[in-house]
């Protein structure tokens, strides 16, 4: 996740491309966590994207892009659902982060009230973490129900809300003429842990957290997987008695005071007792109880002003410390992290957490066998935040750093007045594992079918020891090898094959050259060309490029000075993998697929897969790793496999290389 270096009036052109990096980075993300339910990043990284993304935007506001995720919000733009205006708006709620913002909440309606008349009754009830939606009857009989969206127009997911148990289909004679309820579904936190117990059987990726689950649930296109989700419904919104009556649920926890102080009295009771809830909350709501006032106070254009959300701070609990390891980064740095029992808490379960340093071991006492308070506030990285020392068992003792790396046992170094430690071994198998995985990701040279499970074993088996072994790695003996079938040895073949004509920012990238991330990856490639230029680069030659501060300059210029370095690139060369830049400069006119997302699979036969990326993107098109409901087309060639599954549980139409030349031509497909 590298940031933008831009501190020049000139450098529109590397903050567009920035921005349009960013554009398609958020959404590839947004739609594994929304779309596939199956995030590949961590929240918190997520979040740095999108603060980059709307920094950037805001400094030069003339470069935003109309189709920027920030301009859409709420994803309703390519959705495979028909849309829904929602009569009345589905707003949003205020928020009250502690007690003295809550009463002076309460002053300010009951000051809006301008006649006597007294607030006489709050409802309280739990604010629930799932997916608002709307669902509507007519006659009695339930016809539509639809996700809140950008507040205005939701998504028809009739069908999928259709298989919720909880959801009455038909209500009883006295239901209104028409009636439309509002309420949260929601995924019980046993049947998400059920759920990812069944996932884990299949070896399919878990999911994140129940809330999340629960909104790619109720987005999928087969109402038989939501079907299979379990997922559960609170109503919340029309007179509760009068819901309940009607055969909603309604949560037991909700309840009416007459007496402001009980109100107070209510939230410190629902924050003791969150956690042996068999769902997730994240607040209070707290409502003005009479539909007269309600009315009177009406709501801004975001959220009603009769009603407030409690946001609950973010959960802590406690678990046993089991021991204290340290893991081995690709750059060789130690990282102390605690290993958990696991634990459930700010929406997963927990087995593991950083404890960042040597110093904060140290700082936090935390030891083995220690009952340990770890809170994950919002969605960041879990953290144990402190001991309980009142519980701490007899025989416990701090924590000393290990001396040496636990992979390569070499000495581990600590350079004084710095709060890292490293394992300074070049050949330390944990670092080698790391270089290759990240040279071989997606992000970096993309070869498909080189996961991380297997860059452990052709490590360990001793046929890989540094990045350029890839491009002579024994086919016959991983053919012995169990697990690898005839297919998957020649796919494995030919996405090597592929990669040694590479673009050469993504070679750069994958080279982990400290301080290059994929933009300033991109700007050494474009100034560069290729290999055998840099082999010979010179300061001067780096320093003339605008974009490139002077230490980024300076951390390039020594790495290619490094004789060690020098030597991979030289092996690489001799073992044919000679990438070529990519320019990245569009001609107006040929932007066919502008806004079309086409993903290659299969192998082509008259262009490399790589080739036909670098088509789609030259004209305006996106080709992400996967396939998902926002894909417009798959373009697939012989042995296309599980992409093709993907593309039929889409509906996303398939295409062949005729196909897709006719769309490069023409911008459609043949009639
Ligand atoms: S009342 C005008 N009651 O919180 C909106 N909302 O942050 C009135 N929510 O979009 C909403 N539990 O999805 C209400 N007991 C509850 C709720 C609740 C969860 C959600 C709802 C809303 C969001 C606002």
Redesign the pocket.
């Known amino acids: 996740m590298v940031k933008g270096n831009f501190s020049d009036e000139d450098d529109d052109d590397k903050a567009l491309s920035r921005l349009s990096e960013l554009g398609e980075l958020i959404r590839f993300h947004n739609d594994l966590y929304h779309g596939q339910g199956v995030p590949e990043i961590l929240d918190s990284d997520f979040d740095l994207l999108w603060r980059e993304l709307l920094d950037l935007e805001k400094k030069y506001p003339h470069l935003a892009d109309p189709n920027s995720p920030s301009a859409t919000v709420g994803g309703r733009k390519n959705t495979p659902f028909a849309e829904v205006k929602h009569h009345v708006p589905?707003?949003?709620?205020d928020?009250a982060f502690d007690k003295d913002q809550l009463s002076s909440w309460t002053d300010k309606v009951q000051r809006r009230l301008e006649t006597e008349q007294k607030i006489s009754a709050w409802t309280c009830?739990?604010?629930?973490?799932?997916?608002?939606v709307s669902i509507r009857y007519e006659k009695g009989q339930l016809v539509q129900a639809a996700t809140?969206g950008d507040g205005f127009i939701g998504e028809d997911v009739t069908e999928n809300v259709l298989t919720i148990s909880d959801v009455p289909k038909i209500l009883g004679k006295e239901a209104p003429e028409v009636l439309e309820v509002?309420?949260?579904v929601y995924l019980g936190i046993e049947a998400f842990n059920a759920l990812n117990h069944s996932r884990a059987s299949l070896n399919e990726p878990s999911f994140a957290n129940p809330r999340n689950t629960a909104a790619g649930s109720l987005r999928q296109k087969d109402s038989k997987v939501t079907a299979s989700r379990n997922l559960s419904f609170?109503a919340?919104?029309i007179g509760a008695t009068w819901l309940k009556s009607l055969g909603f649920p309604i949560?037991e926890h909700?309840k009416k005071f007459t007496d402001f102080k009980e109100v107070v009295s209510y939230i410190e009771n629902i924050e003791n007792m969150r956690h042996d809830l068999d769902y997730e909350?994240d607040g209070v709501?707290i409502?003005v109880d009479d539909l007269v006032l309600q009315k009177q106070l009406g709501?801004t254009a975001r959220?009603?002003r009769w009603?407030i959300?409690y946001k609950l701070p973010p959960e802590e609990r406690t678990t046993r410390l089991i021991d204290i390891e340290v893991s081995i980064g690709p750059g060789g740095q130690a990282t102390p992290f605690a290993k958990l029992e696991p634990v459930f808490v700010g929406g997963s379960t927990v087995g593991t957490a950083t404890l960042h340093n040597a110093d904060q071991v140290k700082e936090k006492d935390v030891r083995p066998g220690d009952l340990v308070v770890v809170r994950k506030a919002g969605d960041v990285i879990p953290e144990v935040l402190r001991p309980v020392i009142s519980e701490r068992p007899a025989n416990t003792r701090p924590w000393e750093f290990p001396t040496s790396c636990p992979a390569c046992k070499e000495q581990l170094e600590r350079t004084e007045g710095e709060a890292a430690t490293f394992c300074n071994n070049y050949e330390c198998p944990r670092q080698i594992r790391g270089r290759i995985e990240h040279f071989v990701s997606r992000g970096a040279m993309d070869i498909e079918g080189f996961g991380e499970q297997r860059v452990d074993l052709f490590v360990s088996e001793g046929l890989i020891n540094d990045v350029s072994d890839i491009f002579r790695i024994d086919f016959e003996r991983i053919s012995e090898m169990e697990g690898f079938g005839e297919l998957s040895v020649t796919n494995l073949k030919n996405a090597i094959e592929e990669a040694r004509s590479m673009d050469l920012g993504r070679l750069l990238f994958g080279l982990r050259i400290p301080h290059v991330g994929t933009t300033v990856a991109q700007l050494i490639s474009e100034n560069f060309q290729d290999l055998e230029v840099l082999k010979k680069v010179q300061m001067q030659d780096l320093e003339v490029i605008d974009g490139l501060g002077p230490k980024i300059a300076m951390s390039v210029f020594e790495w290619f000075t490094n004789e060690r370095n020098v030597d991979l690139i030289s092996r690489l060369q001799h073992l044919g993998v000679n990438p070529k830049s990519e320019s990245l400069l569009l001609d107006d006119q040929d932007k066919t697929l502008l806004g079309m997302t086409i993903v290659v699979t299969g192998r082509l036969q008259g262009l490399s897969r790589e080739e036909a990326r670098k088509i789609i993107k030259e004209r305006g098109g996106k080709s992400p790793g996967s396939v998902s409901a926002k894909t417009t087309y798959l373009l697939a060639g012989e042995g296309g496999g599980s992409k093709l599954e993907q593309a039929e549980k889409f509906d996303v139409p398939v295409i062949d290389e005729t196909a897709f030349e006719n769309l490069i031509k023409n911008g459609n497909l043949p009639k």
Do not use: C, H
């Open positions: 589905m707003q949003s709620l928020n009830e739990l604010k629930f973490d799932g997916l608002a809140r509002r309420g949260e609170w919340y919104q949560n909700a909350i709501v409502k709501t959220a009603p009603a959300a």
